[in-house]
């Protein structure tokens, strides 16, 4: 079932949290998630598409958003940090900084391809690209660029049986939308580029060969931005072999 059809499928409550302009956006997202093929982190089983997810829990996350209630109380207990949430509430003083709301989807089947830096090496080298593609109005990139790490095969990932909808703002006064949907809790999202070169990396485009950058786990800790107990992206592959489709600049 595509991701079209079952979008059309939503109450029309639900279908206001995702914008028509940010489709091309959550295809990203689906194959990185629904698709045990495609690089990048955690993989629903027995899912059709991320937003079959959302249908299974959206009329209670739709609710729960209009009044600003979320999950994370039950989602820290299922392992996530503290550091994993955003402010449900967009700030303005001293800085603006962007709102999420987190949703708790249970009976959702995944592999978590999540790994805390203090489980690797300081010498593992990890890959450093922007897995999704969305613009702001002046063409510049929104998502940050992900590090992951690839080793191992997908049945040597951990299970989940829940899955987590994150629906955000991007500062107050803007309008609530769906962020992501992934397999299992949240971890720190990183809001910015901080190593250096890698804001200039462009998202995936057809027919393009990607720009990359490789750092190891010991550049992360030394840009002072994360820490031990933050967690980055695994996937299963030969790491040499991954970095073939890639054009890696320095």
């Known amino acids: 079932m595509t991701l079209e059809k079952t979008l059309s499928r939503l109450p029309p409550v639900v279908q206001a949290l995702i914008p028509a302009e940010?489709?091309?956006y959550y295809k990203q997202t689906n194959a990185m998630h629904c698709n045990l093929e495609a690089p990048g982190g955690s993989k629903f089983l027995g899912v059709k598409?991320?937003?079959h997810v959302l249908e299974l829990d959206a009329l209670r996350i739709a609710a729960a958003v209009k009044v600003r209630i979320d999950d994370r109380a039950l989602l820290a207990r299922s392992g996530a940090s503290e550091a994993a949430f955003l402010p449900a509430v967009p700030t303005t003083n001293p800085h603006p900084k962007p709102a999420a709301l987190y949703y708790k989807v249970d009976g959702v089947l995944g592999k978590l391809g999540v790994v805390a830096l203090a489980a690797l090496d300081p010498a593992t080298k990890v890959l450093v690209r922007r897995e999704k593609s969305w613009k702001d109005d002046e063409g510049r990139e929104i998502v940050p660029c992900s590090f992951t790490v690839i080793r191992g095969q997908l049945e040597d990932l951990p299970y989940t049986d829940f899955a987590t909808v994150m629906v955000g703002r991007a500062a107050a006064g803007t309008k609530d939308e769906l962020w992501t949907i992934h397999p299992g809790a949240p971890i720190r999202t990183m809001l910015g580029d901080f190593i250096s070169g890698s804001e200039n990396l462009s998202g995936p485009q057809a027919g393009v060969r990607q720009r990359a950058m490789?750092?190891?786990v010991a550049d992360l800790l030394a840009s002072g931005k994360m820490q031990r107990a933050?967690?980055?992206?695994?996937?299963?592959?030969d790491f040499e072999t991954a970095l073939k489709k890639y054009e890696i600049v320095s």
Do not use: H, Q
């Open 22 to 24: 940010n489709i091309e």
């Open 49 to 51: 598409n991320i937003l």
């Open 214 to 216: 490789v750092v190891t």
């Open 230 to 237: 933050d967690y980055i992206k695994i996937v299963p592959g």
